[in-house]
């Protein structure tokens, strides 16, 4: 009984979760010829309603509604998924050429209505009746002329434009036409797209062909692979052909006349067939980029922010700069911002989330930027430019952040760890960068080449003339001295005469006993000589003088003492009263006599 | 003879007052403002005019190395602070900007180590320029033959001796004053240091294009002048190796 409960529930419980969310979708060829036979399918996710379709005026119904429901319901890891599909089918013939709309097929449950989607369908000529028509002579032998499959069958590189600017996407997409079944393909060359940055588009695999309508002719197509490509460069770049195999049903025709076509059979040849090159012209950027250009090509907006507007001294803060948009956003490199030196940046971190569609790639990128101050105060991050080319205006644009503002304040840990200490621990001084020293203002005194005065043989010269000076003076100091010697050998020979004379005068005094003046006479004499014969000016004339001259000429200290006791007797008794003591007579002779020695020694 | 050594004096210093005309000085001023507005190339030019006309100074060869620099020329950088360096040898912002512009030139080197002697020997004979070194000479000679006389004449012992000395000494003086002269003379007129200004030359193990490849050096290398052999110069590497390259690749310092 229990299992029979949940049984019941198990069927139940699907309809119930789905019946709030239904959908109504359609399928129905794109293409159709003029007397064929198709399939219109509407399915719809639940049971229970009723669906009505729409009138099939333009077409001729041959059958239907005909109905069909199946359900699948999986639980994994405890979730319930379920799906209902409840399919009604007609089949139709179209009957004239024209572009016909299908509409909604409306499926009422309750109260509510679920329409489909309109379904556009052309109906073209039929092969056989343009055959027919073209070649009206030559239908003859028209069971002969049946399918040659394999004929219309090629494949090409679809692209969405072939005049790009630089970095600016474009769609190629990878199609498969064929008139015939084909019963799978392989070998796949898909072209190698050198030149271009290659991005997959996803593609879904291919199950069956869809048919479409191509100057007139129903195909079967099928895109193997769409892409998107970025040019790396600018010029003419060729996309090489692609080429595959595909496996084509091909009729056998037995040749038994009477059930020939009845028992014809079927067989798979394999074909190779390849796509033409596609040119594509690209453009290069114009001129007057902005300096904050780095090549992004497209439409963007950009968003700067911080994770938090105030922050402790070492405490780690996120600034995130996000680019998106629709364009090359893979290619666009970490912005370098520049920040004060005591905030320290680390490498951003690069997220990207990119969504690859055909009409182009979209989503954003991000950089996330770990900043850590280091010192306390108020940090602007400078406003983040960013620019990019938009390729639908044809132009530049910059966009520009709003400067971030960051409040530092000191950490608690700072402040004790120093006062444990009692002083702050100062840091060197951080070297920021190493540049040239500058230039000096002063230009010092200007010299002129080859102005040395004293180079070489001038200088040479000026020794040797010097030299010559040098012996010129000796030469003439010399001839000075000789004279001069030759002028105190005169005074020499003449100053015994000259003192005889004046002792003349001096007896003359001795015998008039007028002693002072005898005195004065004998000095008078006595220096007269002494100066003459000893070569002495007058003017040097002291006693110092003539005793260390007479010293040095005689060689005799007794002799010399002599002398000098003599003049001091003499200058005694000339100031002393009465003409002193000493006999004056004997102080003459005395003096004479040492004269005479003097004489003789010098 | 006091007479002779004022005249000599005169003859000595007069030169030093003749040259220099008002124009660099203005033309090297409009050159530091073309500098400092971050026209370097501009500011080279002018300074360039200043020394076409045969004019130089420390300074003017200095911030031409700087305006080298600037603009990416870091051989000819190197050339202007090595010719800036002979005339002033201790100058530290010279020195300083020299070693920041070697730091780019390719060629390492394991250098050869000069004998100390030879090095201050070299250094301090740029303290002075030649013209100086000149002068000293002359004068320490004149002071040395002034006592010498005094030594011929003077009767007094004690002067005798003292002269005596004083003359040796200064003789001596004199003839190192003459060396120097000499140092002075060797690696400024005679220029027998160089830079290679191209950006890579090849040295040769003969003059001309007929002897076998031996070394490749890039620009900004100070290379030694050995020898010079009309186009051709003989060069030694900082290495000791030996080769010829074409005298226009290098520019001398």
Redesign the interface.
């Known amino acids: 009984m229990k299992i029979l409960v949940s049984l019941l529930l198990l069927f139940i419980l699907p309809v119930l979760t789905i019946a709030q969310d239904i959908t109504v979708t359609v399928e129905a060829p794109g293409v159709v010829a003029v007397g064929e036979q198709f399939r219109v399918v509407w399915t719809v996710s639940s049971r229970g309603g009723s669906f009505t379709a729409p009138g099939f005026d333009d077409f001729y119904l041959l059958s239907g509604p005909q109905t069909s429901f199946s359900s699948s319901t999986s639980i994994i890891n405890g979730k319930v998924t379920s799906e209902v599909k409840n399919s009604f089918t007609y089949y139709l013939q179209a009957t004239r050429t024209g572009n016909f709309t299908l509409g909604p097929g409306i499926y009422t449950e309750g109260r509510e209505d679920f329409s489909s989607k309109q379904v556009e369908i052309e109906v073209i000529e039929s092969r056989d009746a343009a055959a027919a028509r073209n070649n009206n002579q030559e239908t003859a032998g028209a069971g002969a002329a049946v399918s040659d499959a394999g004929e219309e069958m090629f494949l090409r590189v679809l692209i969405d434009r072939n005049r790009v600017y630089m970095g600016e996407h474009i769609v190629a997409t990878l199609k498969l036409y064929s008139e015939s079944n084909l019963s799978g393909i392989r070998d796949y060359k898909f072209p190698d797209f050198s030149g271009f940055l290659k991005e997959d588009i996803e593609t879904p695999q291919v199950t069956s062909l869809t048919r479409e309508n191509v100057n007139g002719e129903i195909y079967g197509t099928a895109v193997l692979q769409r892409y998107l490509l970025f040019p790396q460069r600018t010029g003419t770049i060729e996309i090489n052909p692609a080429s595959l195999t595909v496996l084509v049903q091909e009729r056998v025709r037995s040749n038994d006349p009477f059930f020939g076509d009845f028992f014809s059979s079927f067989n798979t040849v394999p074909r190779m067939i390849s796509s033409d090159a596609v040119k594509i012209t690209v453009q290069p950027l114009p001129a007057g980029a902005p300096a904050s250009f780095s090549g992004a090509v497209g439409n963007f907006t950009l968003e700067t922010f911080t994770d938090r507007d105030s922050v402790k001294v070492n405490d780690a803060i996120t600034y995130t700069i996000r680019v998106a948009g629709n364009g090359n956003l893979r290619l666009i490199p970490a912005p370098d911002i520049s920040l004060s030196p005591d905030i320290e940046a680390y490498e951003p971190k690069t997220a990207s989330a990119i969504r690859t569609t055909t009409s182009g790639s979209e989503g954003s990128r991000t950089f996330e930027y770990l900043l850590i101050p280091r010192y306390h105060g108020n940090y602007n991050i400078p406003p983040f430019e960013f620019s990019w080319f938009d390729p639908d205006q044809k132009r530049y644009m910059t966009a520009r952040s709003s400067a971030s503002e960051i409040v530092v304040t000191k950490s608690d840990e700072e402040q004790e760890g120093t006062e444990i200490f009692g002083g702050r621990t100062g840091g060197d001084v951080r070297y920021l960068g190493?540049?040239?020293?500058?230039?000096?203002?002063?230009?010092?005194?200007?010299?002129?080449?080859?102005?040395?005065?004293?180079?070489g043989n001038r200088?040479y010269l000026?020794?040797l003339v010097?030299?010559v000076?040098?012996f010129l003076?000796?030469l003439l100091?010399r001839e000075q001295i000789k004279r001069n010697a030759d002028l105190a050998r005169v005074r020499n020979r003449k100053a015994a005469r000259i003192a005889s004379n004046r002792f003349k005068v001096a007896r003359t005094s001795l015998k008039n006993s007028d002693f002072r003046n005898f005195y004065s006479d004998l000095l008078n004499a006595l220096w007269g000589y002494l100066g003459d014969k000893l070569a002495i000016p007058l003017s040097d004339l002291k006693k110092e003088n003539v005793m260390t001259a007479l010293l040095e000429k005689s060689g005799s200290e007794e002799l010399t003492s002599t002398a000098s006791d003599l003049i001091d007797i003499c200058e005694y008794n000339r100031y002393a009263p009465s003409g002193g003591n000493d006999d004056p007579a004997k102080i003459y002779d005395m003096a004479v006599e040492l004269i005479k020695r003097i004489e003789k020694k010098v | 003879m006091r007479r002779s050594l004022i005249i000599l004096f005169i003859l000595v210093s007069l030169p030093a007052s003749l040259c220099a005309t008002e124009d660099p000085d203005s033309l090297f001023k409009a050159g530091s403002e073309l500098y400092n507005k971050g026209d370097h190339a501009g500011a080279l030019e002018l300074w360039q005019e200043i020394a076409d006309e045969g004019l130089y100074s420390p300074a003017l060869y200095y911030n031409m190395g700087n305006a080298a620099f600037k603009i990416g020329k870091t051989a000819h950088s190197i050339l202007w602070y090595e010719k800036a360096l002979l005339m002033k040898p201790f100058d530290e912002d010279i020195r300083y900007n020299l070693e920041i512009a070697r730091s780019y030139v390719t060629d390492r080197f394991d250098t050869i180590p000069e004998l100390f002697v030879i090095r201050w020997f070299r250094m301090i004979s740029l303290v002075l320029d030649s013209n100086g070194w000149a002068v000293i000479a002359v004068m320490l000679f004149a002071l040395c033959l002034v006592l010498l006389l005094l030594w011929l004449f003077s009767g007094k012992p004690g002067v005798k001796r003292l002269t005596l000395t004083a003359t040796v000494f200064s003789f001596a003086l004199a003839l190192s004053a003459l060396g120097l002269y000499h140092g002075n003379r060797r690696v400024t007129i005679k220029k027998r240091a160089a830079v290679i200004l191209t950006p890579a030359e090849t040295g040769m193990s003969s003059p001309g294009t007929g002897g076998k490849e031996l070394f490749v050096i890039h620009e900004g290398t100070k290379v030694k002048i050995e020898e010079e052999a009309g186009e051709w110069i003989r060069i030694r590497l900082p290495d000791g190796n030996v080769g010829w390259i074409t005298s226009g690749s290098v520019g001398k310092i």
């Open positions: 190493s540049d040239i020293r500058h230039i000096w203002s002063d230009p010092g005194r200007f010299r002129i080449d080859g102005e040395t005065m004293l180079s200088l000026t020794l010097l030299l000076l040098f003076i000796i100091r």
